[in-house]
C-alpha cells in the first residue's frame, strides 16, 4: 500500500519557521511530481508549492521568497521550509505525488500535519 507520511508540523510563533517532511513509500518516488497543500478552518484546500521530477518549482504567491520545496529521491522524500510564518499560514498541511500516466493520473495523499502559528 502505498504511504505519504508527513512530518515535522507544530506551534511556532509569527516570524518562526518549520520544515515539514513527507516520505513517501512503496512507490517509485522518483517518477513523481510532488506538492505541499494546506487547508484551513473553513476554507478549501490550496496549492502551496510544488516540485517537478526534474526538481522545477512553483510557488502560490503568498508564500514566495518565504517557504523553498525540495526532494531527495535517494531518500524517497519531499520537504518544505517555511520561514517568516504568520498567522494566516496556519492549516492543515497535506503532501501529495502525481503520476503522469498516458491518458490519466495516479496522485495519493499524505494525511496531513497541523501547522498552528500565534501572533
Known amino acids: 500500500q502505498v504511504q505519504l507520511v508527513e512530518s515535522g508540523g507544530g506551534l511556532v510563533h509569527s516570524g518562526g519557521s518549520l520544515r515539514l517532511s513527507c516520505a513517501a513509500s512503496?512507490?517509485?518516488?522518483?517518477?513523481?511530481?510532488m506538492g505541499w497543500y494546506r487547508q484551513a478552518p473553513g476554507k478549501q484546500r490550496e496549492l502551496v508549492a510544488t516540485?517537478?521530477?526534474?526538481?522545477?518549482?512553483n510557488y502560490e504567491d503568498s508564500v514566495k521568497g518565504r517557504f523553498t520545496i525540495s526532494r531527495d529521491n535517494a531518500q524517497n522524500t519531499v520537504y518544505l521550509q517555511m520561514n517568516n510564518l504568520n498567522p494566516e499560514d496556519t492549516a492543515v498541511y497535506y503532501c501529495?505525488?502525481?503520476?503522469?500516466?498516458?491518458?490519466?493520473?495516479?496522485?495519493?495523499w499524505g494525511q496531513g500535519t497541523q501547522v498552528t502559528v500565534s501572533s
Open positions: 501529495k505525488g502525481d503520476l503522469s500516466l498516458s491518458r490519466d493520473t495516479q496522485s495519493y
Open positions: 512503496r512507490i517509485i518516488f522518483s517518477f513523481y511530481a
Open positions: 516540485i517537478t521530477r526534474s526538481g522545477n518549482s
